[in-house]
């Protein structure tokens, strides 16, 4: 790493410690030791003192191994269960939109609304993880995924539909940026980026799963169950196998899966954060008979907790503590990197939701040749048509699309580390853009499918690149407090996106898919004003 590189981390980490705390760090508060290892020799030969070892040399002396392969399928399988939560919604519009009776405004509200919970779960999730814990926080946002996204296929109206989606989202909402922090908390750093990757490539997972799901039960006839007055049509039935992923991934991180070690050490809980590190060099050296090494730990010491004001209402002094983390990321040389993330997050985000939601409703317009937005005549004529029975070459080549993404996922586990998260992030947004803005001018049904494989493909290289380079851009005490605003921003954007193609695909079909195309661009260009994160230490 550069010396620039460990300037902007130690000016980033001093921002941190100063905006924690008006007053300032205690002199006496630079390094502390967190446990305090038996009696021996330590680095520099003298007897009797402790030897010590940051995050950094601790992760390294836990190994790599098993443990990380274990840790790697549990943390994917909870990032694949949120893919099939968002991504369901999209493939149950051209059926459900009869059952409900929906107009395009109102799949519009519907594929927003998820997002509308995940913009107000994202960032309390995050900054919850960052006070009391990782793991904690995980269990109990997936199980609001699993639970709600299962109690919204019994909803017999569209506005209980659309309030439990809502609630739903706010699970989603934790478990997205919360489960990337948890996850590099526990990696060495010469293997974080290709780590990182590889876990987002469980998105794909879950987008193929939902794909397939919807393939499978939605147009089967074997899928309709009664239940008393409510029938449950296919899709219903498809909502409820979409929310197993998440309840199955709660019950695995409240039985197997213990705290970060970094959230440990940075809160002070040495002998547990000892403690994981036992476990992972026990999981990764089973066939060894290596002795784990004895060592204490030592770090920064966090903002200390302990001097806050006593003035001011219980919930101002609450919202005071909430907020404080977004002026923190705002604030001195953390500045610039979150100005530019802000951006990154609001253009990829309002282009690939707004877009992707809206993939099964425009292949179903390509059915008899033409482009999306070349089919506006028989528009009348699609808005009547039954949705029964149910077509499945849309659910198709839906699954066609989502698995498109297995190149794009291939090549950043490979280049990660040698290219590095920003390149592979700007160039992601570049091509896209000009992907999206093909897809407007093609004039069949193929042409559509193969852009729209293009799309999806190159731009998972960038949410990707992004999930490594926000997860390395900022210091423990920040990190799921940033990727849980930064997703919110998101959050934002996809609602704006899906808004504004259910408003404007019937009237104007041109005008959301060239600006889907004007802001991935946009992000692109903006992108390379990120530092360079290529094998950074966690700080």
């Given at each position: ?476 005490q920040l990190r799921s407090s940033a990727l849980g605003f930064f997703t919110g921003v998101g959050r934002v954007a996809a609602i704006m996106g899906n808004v504004v193609f259910g408003s404007l695909v019937d009237s104007n079909c041109a005008v959301p898919i060239l600006l889907v195309s004007a802001l991935l661009l946009a992000g692109g260009v903006v992108a390379f004003l990120l530092p360079q994160t290529k094998h950074t230490e966690l700080s």
């Amino acid at each position: 790493m550069s010396r620039r590189g460990h300037t902007e981390d130690a000016e980033a980490r001093e921002a941190l410690l100063g905006a924690g705390d008006p007053e300032g760090p205690d002199s006496d508060e630079g390094e502390v030791t967190l446990y305090k290892s038996p009696a021996v020799p330590s680095d520099d030969g003298q007897e009797g003192a402790p030897r010590r070892r940051t995050y950094e040399e601790a992760v390294e002396e836990a190994g790599f191994g098993v443990f990380h392969m274990l840790l790697l399928l549990v943390c994917g399988w909870a990032n694949a269960s949120d893919a099939v939560e968002i991504l369901c919604v999209s493939f149950l519009l051209p059926t459900a939109r009869c059952d409900l009776q929906l107009s395009s405004s109102d799949m519009g509200l519907l594929t927003a609304s998820i997002f509308l919970g995940m913009m107000f779960g994202g960032y309390l999730w995050g900054y919850l993880a960052d006070l009391r814990g990782r793991q904690r926080v995980l269990i109990v946002s997936l199980s609001v995924n699993g639970l709600f996204g299962a109690l919204a296929s019994l909803a017999p109206w569209f506005w209980l539909f659309l309030l439990l989606r809502f609630i739903s989202g706010v699970g989603v909402g934790g478990s997205i940026p919360v489960i990337f922090s948890y996850f590099s908390e526990f990696l060495p750093r010469l293997r974080r980026g290709a780590m990182i990757s590889a876990l987002a490539t469980f998105w794909m997972a879950g987008n193929i799963l939902a794909a397939g799901l919807a393939w499978w039960v939605i147009p089967a006839s074997w899928a309709h169950v009664a239940l008393g007055p409510l029938t449950m049509q296919s899709w219903r039935v498809f909502v409820v196998l979409c929310s197993v992923p998440s309840l199955s991934s709660a019950l695995i991180f409240s039985l197997m899966m213990p705290e970060s070690p970094k959230f440990l050490m940075e809160a002070g809980r040495e002998e547990e954060a000892l403690h994981v590190f036992r476990v992972m060099f026990a999981v990764n050296h089973l066939r060894s008979s290596k002795a784990f090494p004895m060592f204490g730990l030592v770090t920064s010491s966090p903002p200390s907790q302990s001097r806050r004001s006593s003035h001011g209402s219980r919930w101002g002094r609450l919202c005071k503590t909430g907020l404080a983390p977004i002026k923190q990321l705002f604030s001195g040389s953390l500045r610039p990197r979150s100005v530019v993330l802000l951006v990154v997050f609001y253009t990829i985000s309002f282009g690939y939701y707004g877009l992707w939601m809206w993939f099964p409703e425009l292949f179903k317009r390509t059915e008899d040749g033409g482009s999306p937005c070349a089919n506006m005549s028989r528009l009348p004529q699609l808005q009547n048509q039954s949705c029964y029975p149910v077509n499945t070459a849309v659910y198709m080549e839906g699954f066609v699309v989502a698995a498109s993404n297995l190149p794009g996922n291939i090549f950043t586990i490979l280049l990660m580390d040698s290219i590095g998260g920003k390149t592979l992030l700007s160039c992601s947004l570049l091509v896209s853009s000009a992907s999206v803005f093909f897809i407007y001018l093609v004039q069949t049904k193929a042409g559509s499918l193969v852009l729209s494989c293009v799309f999806s493909g190159v731009s998972v290289i960038g949410w990707n690149a992004l999930d490594v380079v926000g997860t390395e851009l900022y210091p423990t005490q920040l990190r799921s407090s940033a990727l849980g605003f930064f997703t919110g921003v998101g959050r934002v954007a996809a609602i704006m996106g899906n808004v504004v193609f259910g408003s404007l695909v019937d009237s104007n079909c041109a005008v959301p898919i060239l600006l889907v195309s004007a802001l991935l661009l946009a992000g692109g260009v903006v992108a390379f004003l990120l530092p360079q994160t290529k094998h950074t230490e966690l700080s």
